[in-house]
């Protein structure tokens, strides 16, 4: 037994032994090896060739929201209007539950739709929304221009978000309009009640309804609606022919089939310089010239992508926004396919002419680490025709202003060396 | 035991070393930093309780090969050491501990004459992990940054030896020597700005080289011997990735040393070493050392002591650092003398270029004579 203690506390005491500690202080030159990490810094000023701008990957129809603004400007007002159709139950509904027999809609009592607001500026004041009914024949080439005159004439109902939200448990008694706030996803949900004549259903048109949205606020009217999930939707409170009596009938509530918005003035056609965001989104390609000594012989640890704006950036004041730089899989030009492994990001601020810097820092790495990635770099807005947001920014062309990149990099630590 | 039983025991012990995977590692020092490293200790526990003195007469300490012809019988050896180890620099003192294995080894005879030996020491040391803070400008920006910088290996001494006994008073012995080892190196930079990404860089550097040696063992008198030894390495060649990085000058060595015995109870002994380590270049200095120690008892369980001082072949500045270091220890011989237990323990101060190191080592050899 004394001797599987003492076999214990002696193993105990070698393992205690065994433990190593030889961290110690450097104290440099005397007493550090003589090789030390070498950090060089430098700016790749004419490295950048070959760079261009394409428009179209994103359209309003294919946006993942609906953009509503109304910012006047100094070149004029920036008007942002969503558009969406929902097509209705046909004709004919079905009375009972409990066979296939239908009977003729003869109309709505009433309707609610829900629209989800996603994205606002709390300090935008007196927002209020106006609802417009369109031709349901709107479509994905639906312009500005072809719905002004309903959008004109056309004018269904009035709501005053603020007011809204302001009412008592967040609800008009008099109009039937609710409003939710979800603090948690930063989102509003309103339910604005429809009467008979502006939910009407129309038979011969299968019940389809078409809708317009304008906004208006005291500043910084700028709002998005979401789609798909949190699209439009409209809740139908219908009367149905059951063998010559009326009956009330309440379906489940049904999805916009088009969410788009339309909106004025358009983007400013392409020219030399490289153009980032704006709707339809537009990116822009830069290839490099990664020099070899830093791709075969280096650690970089910062790379930083310098862009000079050539006009200050347009789009919605309170809605900055998002470029990301990437790399591509293959260089094929405007259809290059975008690596989304690796991405850097900076902010853009409307109105802003700042230099812009964008740290690329895992892209350079990424082309160090596989000499077969071609050294080229996407700029285009994080969220793609999500904003009317876009910069331009000075090409290779232009001398004075051109994109540079500075990267930072590690010699090659002298291992081995005494 | 039989011879089979001996051998596989040599080869346990030795392998390690010939695959490359040894950790054989004498006694770390910031003075070796800056140079090639830190030069081992070739002595048994036996030998270095006795301050080294008794190290060219110790057939188990791989330093002479003339004292083989003493061996009587297979005999294989390992030490192991833990050390503590106090740095005090620029108003600095930091703790350090390491624990290394710094001989092994087997011998024995295989004709009437004629023993041999083969087995591994540490040749130089190259263990040491350094943290730095410091800042630059950078991007028009003072950045302040962290390094580390390590090295984790050694470069091991792979010896095989022959001795004779030509006279009753002469042995002769020689030696072929095979430097190898290697080092995990790594380098890293730590910004405190994080925009800054870390440094990380690591290499494995692989070292070799080839040294001769000779020794010569005389018997003056009854009781009373004397010895020499010289050595030539030729030089260590670092590589890594299969590039060579360095080809550096090893020393010419010699040495010698005499040990008196006025009774089966008592021995007495002293050596002196010279070592060329200037041509390692800069920053490195020739150094001498020299030990004196003593044995007293029977050899079942001796008493053992000595002192030994000298110069350390790398640091900064014009002259070469000091040291100086006391030990005492003892054995214990078990199953009839075939296995032996040696305990030792070692106080040593280096000093130089505004550093000093304090050490203890605590020692622990195992010798089996199947």
Not at chain 1, 74 to 97: E, Q
Not at chain 1, 200 to 208: F, I, K, L, P, Q
Not at chain 2, 67 to 89: C, E, F, P
Request: aromatic fraction near 8%; hydrophobic fraction near 45%; proline fraction near 5%.
């Amino acid at each position: 037994m004394i001797r599987r203690r003492l076999a214990l506390v002696g193993a105990v005491l070698l393992v205690g032994a065994c433990v190593e500690r030889l961290t110690a202080p450097g104290h440099c030159p005397d007493y550090c090896p003589s090789g030390q990490i070498t950090v060089v810094d430098t700016l790749l000023t004419t490295s950048i060739n070959r760079d261009s701008s394409y428009r179209g990957y994103v359209l309003a129809y294919q946006a993942a929201l609906m953009l509503a603004a109304n910012l006047p400007g100094a070149t004029g007002t920036l008007d942002g209007r969503p558009i969406f159709r929902i097509n209705g139950y046909g004709a004919r509904f079905r009375i009972s539950t409990v066979d296939t027999s239908t009977g003729p809609i003869l109309g709505a009592d009433s309707a609610r739709l829900q629209l989800y607001v996603v994205r606002r500026d709390t300090a935008t004041h007196n927002l209020r929304l106006q609802l417009y009914r369109l031709p349901i024949t709107i479509d994905t080439g639906t312009t500005f221009g072809s719905v002004t005159a309903p959008f004109t004439d056309s004018l269904l109902r009035t709501v005053n978000i603020d007011t809204l939200l302001a009412q008592p448990g967040r609800k008009d008694s008099v109009t039937g309009d609710s409003v939710v706030a979800d603090t948690v996803n930063h989102r509003l949900v309103l339910s604005l009640k429809l009467d008979t004549a502006q939910a009407r259903y129309v038979a011969t048109d299968s019940g389809t309804v078409a809708y317009g949205i304008r906004i208006a606020a005291d500043t910084l009217a700028s709002i998005a609606f979401g789609k798909d999930a949190f699209g439009p939707s409209l809740q139908w409170y219908l009367r149905v022919d059951s063998l010559g009596t009326t009956v009330a009938r309440k379906p489940g509530a049904l999805g916009a089939r088009l969410a788009s918005f339309v909106f004025a003035p358009p983007p400013a056609p392409l020219d030399s310089t490289l153009a980032v965001g704006g709707v339809p989104s537009a990116r822009s390609l830069l290839r490099v010239a990664f020099p070899k000594v830093i791709r075969d012989s280096a650690q970089i640890i910062r790379a930083t992508l310098f862009l000079v704006p050539a006009v200050a950036a347009r789009g919605a004041p309170a809605d900055s926004f998002v470029i990301e730089a990437r790399s591509v899989f293959a260089d094929f030009g405007a259809k290059s396919p975008i690596d989304l492994r690796l991405g850097d990001t900076t902010v853009i601020h409307v109105g802003a002419t700042d230099t812009v810097k964008i740290e690329v820092t895992n892209l350079l790495q990424a082309w160090a680490a596989d000499s077969t990635h071609p050294t080229v770099l996407v700029l285009r807005p994080e969220r793609e025709a999500q904003v009317f947001g876009e910069i331009r920014f000075y090409p290779s062309v232009a001398a004075a202003f051109r994109p540079t990149l500075q990267v930072t990099f590690v010699r090659r630590f002298p291992f081995g060396v005494p | 035991m039989t011879h089979r039983a001996g051998w596989i025991i040599a080869v346990l012990l030795v392998g390690p070393a010939l695959t490359g995977g040894a950790m054989a590692a004498a006694q770390d020092s910031q003075f070796g930093i800056r140079g090639l490293g830190t030069p081992g200790r070739w002595e048994s526990v036996r030998s270095r309780s006795t301050g080294g003195a008794f190290g060219p007469f110790d057939p188990l300490s791989p330093l002479m090969e003339a004292s083989l012809a003493d061996v009587g019988q297979l005999t294989a050896t390992a030490a192991g050491g833990t050390s503590n180890r106090d740095v005090l620099v620029g108003g600095t003192a930091t703790s350090l501990r390491a624990t290394r294995f710094p001989v092994m080894g087997v011998a024995g005879p295989v004709a009437r004459r004629l023993a041999v030996s083969v087995g591994f020491t540490t040749y130089l040391d190259k263990s040491w992990d350094l943290t730095l803070r410091d800042s630059f400008m950078l991007r028009g920006v003072l950045q302040r940054y962290t390094d580390e910088i390590t090295s984790d290996g050694s470069v091991a001494d792979i010896r095989l030896a022959v001795a004779s006994r030509l006279t009753r008073r002469i042995a002769l012995g020689a030696g072929l020597h095979v430097l190898g080892g290697s080092t995990r190196m790594t380098a890293e930079r730590q910004f405190d700005d994080s925009t800054f990404h870390r440094v990380q860089q690591s290499a494995e550097v692989r070292y070799d080289g080839l040294g001769v040696s000779g020794s010569v063992l005389i018997g003056l008198a009854p009781g009373l011997t004397i010895a020499g030894w010289a050595r030539s390495d030729n030089r260590l060649r670092a590589k890594v990735a299969d590039t060579t990085s360095a080809l550096t000058d090893l020393p010419l060595m010699a040495g010698g040393g005499v040990l008196f015995a006025p009774s089966p109870s008592a021995r007495l002994g002293a050596s002196v070493a010279w070592r060329s380590w200037s041509k390692a270049g800069a920053g490195a200095f020739d150094t001498w050392t020299w030990s004196a120690g003593a044995e007293f008892g029977s050899r079942r369980m001796p008493i053992r002591l000595g002192a030994r001082g000298g110069q350390m072949p790398f640091g900064p500045g014009t002259e070469a650092p000091t040291e100086v270091a006391g030990s005492l220890g003892t054995g214990r011989a078990f199953a009839q003398g075939r296995a032996l237990i040696d305990l030792g323990l070692e106080r040593l101060e280096r000093r130089g270029g505004g550093l000093t190191e304090r050490v203890w080592t605590v020692l622990v050899g195992l010798t089996v004579r199947p």
